[in-house]
Structure formats: structure tokens, C-alpha cells
């Protein structure tokens, strides 16, 4: 693992290097939104902030949220807006206007009225009667640690095994923005520090969150970071790394006091000499 040593002013000068120069000015508007969404739900942590960062890159590629634009991914040639999204049964929704009051919307670029319903249920906000809610920057931000939380197991397994094409589907249901997204991840993991909490590391905690939560939040973190999500072994692998590591921190330290010891004994011999 690599310590990065970074204060605010240098988180947010790599995140804008992770992305376009114009979402400079969104990205000191927002970060913090998104952040503050993160820890609400348990997952600043630095693979599951990759993630998100990822993601929005994908899906909005200037750090803001945003409606969906009409392209041929929704909208048939001669047809009216969205009209191949009003019919589309695995998004819920129910033929026209579905289509278009159910586009993507936000930092996720929520979609269909299945998920306009359940995600708003969860967040007690009516998406249904008034969809572009789904732009409000803190309801978007919300939406998008929901929905990578509802995943998190998943998509850390995928990030664990370097899967970043399984990782991009659980998201987005499809491989679009695949690209982005694997180049704003990788270059994010190089740059970005391992923090158990990004949002405790770099601004001010003002979410009332019990202590308990935090130090579990803490303690997977680990486990996330190092071990088989799914292993059935995985509190004695964290109890057998935590020793290790400490093992290793303690033998650090005796050889650092050994070294120290016999340089005092040498300066101690080369003072007698010059009394001499």
C-alpha cells in the first residue's frame, strides 16, 4: 500500500487533473456534496471514492449533475424524444411519456421509472411526480452513494480482481463510458491517498453518525483493501494481517532502537579518543 501524504488544497488539484479542465469550476462546487454523500452511507473510503469519481466522469464528463441528452441510444431516427426508453420494460416503464419524465438524470444519471421510485422511496423525496429532482446536487449525490452502496460487495469484487468492465455494468447496466471510466479509476487509485474516511480526512464532520459506525465503516475498510469480500475466513484473515502487520511494525522498530543503540556506543568511543 502507498501512503500519499495530501491536504484539501491537493485533493482537489488531483481530482480536476482527473478530468476535463471546464469541470474545474463544478468539481470545487460539488466534491465536497459528493464526499459529504459518500460518508452518509459508509463509503469514503478510497476504492468506493474511485468509484464514484469513475463513475460521474462516465456519465457526465464535467462533474455536475446533469439531464441525458438525446442520441441514438434513445431516441429513434424520426422518432419523438426517448420514445426507445418509453416501452422498455426492464426500466419500469409504461409507454409514452415514460421515456422522457424518466430519462437520466444527475451525477448517476438515474434512469426509468423503476428506479425513480425505489431510489426516491429510499431518500423519502417524490422522484415520480417531479423527476428532475433527480438534479438537485444533494439529491444527486445521494442517488449516486445509494445506488454504489446497494452494489458495494459486487463492486468490490470486481475492483478487487482489476474487473473494471464488471465494475462499469454494475452501474451502468452496459459497457457505455467504459473507457472514461477505466482511465479515471486507474489514474484516481496512482494518485488519490488510502483514507479510511475521505470526508473526516479533508473536511469539517458535521454528520451526526454514532461512533460505532465509524469504527466499523474503519475496520472493513481493511478487509476490503486486502482480502476476499466473500470469504467466509475473513475475520481471522483481518485478525491474521492486522498481527502481520503489527509483527512487522514492532520488528521495524526494534531493528530502528538496535541501529540507534550501537550508532550511540560508536559516537560515545569516538569522543574518548579525541580526549586522549
Known amino acids: 500500500m502507498t501512503y500519499i501524504l495530501m491536504n484539501k488544497n491537493d485533493l482537489y488539484k488531483n481530482v480536476k487533473s482527473l478530468f476535463h479542465p471546464t469541470a474545474s469550476k463544478n468539481i470545487d ?52 424524444p426517448f420514445d426507445l426508453y418509453d416501452n422498455k420494460q426492464s426500466l419500469g416503464n409504461k409507454g409514452y411519456p415514460d421515456g422522457s419524465r424518466f430519462k437520466g438524470r444527475g451525477f448517476i444519471q438515474l434512469t426509468g421509472r423503476y428506479n425513480y421510485t425505489y431510489y426516491g422511496k429510499k431518500l ?49 447496466g452496459g459497457y457505455h463510458g467504459l473507457t472514461v471510466f477505466s482511465k479515471v479509476y486507474n489514474k484516481s487509485i496512482k494518485i488519490l491517498p488510502d483514507k479510511d474516511s475521505y470526508y473526516e480526512e479533508f473536511f469539517k464532520t458535521d454528520i451526526n453518525r454514532p461512533k460505532e459506525q465509524r469504527i466499523q465503516c474503519k475496520s472493513s475498510c481493511i478487509s476490503r483493501n486486502s482480502i476476499d469480500f466473500h470469504s467466509t475466513d475473513n475475520n481471522f484473515n483481518i485478525n491474521k494481517q492486522l498481527s502481520s502487520r503489527l509483527g512487522s511494525e514492532t520488528n521495524n522498530r526494534n531493528t530502528r532502537n538496535s541501529r540507534s543503540s550501537i550508532w550511540s556506543i560508536f559516537i560515545q568511543f569516538i569522543k574518548q579518543i579525541i580526549r586522549k
Open 124 to 172: 423519502g423525496v417524490n422522484l415520480v411526480s417531479d423527476p428532475d429532482k433527480a438534479c438537485d446536487p444533494k439529491i444527486a449525490a445521494d442517488l449516486l452513494s445509494l445506488f454504489l452502496k446497494n452494489k458495494e460487495d459486487l463492486i468490490l469484487n470486481a475492483l478487487n480482481n482489476n474487473d473494471l468492465k464488471k465494475a462499469r455494468r454494475l452501474v451502468n
Open 29 to 80: 462546487k460539488y466534491l465536497e456534496i459528493v464526499i459529504k454523500s459518500l460518508y452518509k452511507y459508509n463509503i469514503d473510503y478510497k476504492k468506493m471514492v474511485s468509484m464514484a469519481l469513475s463513475t460521474i466522469a462516465a456519465e457526465t464528463g464535467r462533474f455536475e449533475p446533469i439531464s441525458e441528452y438525446i442520441s441514438k441510444y434513445n431516441t429513434s431516427p424520426g422518432g419523438h
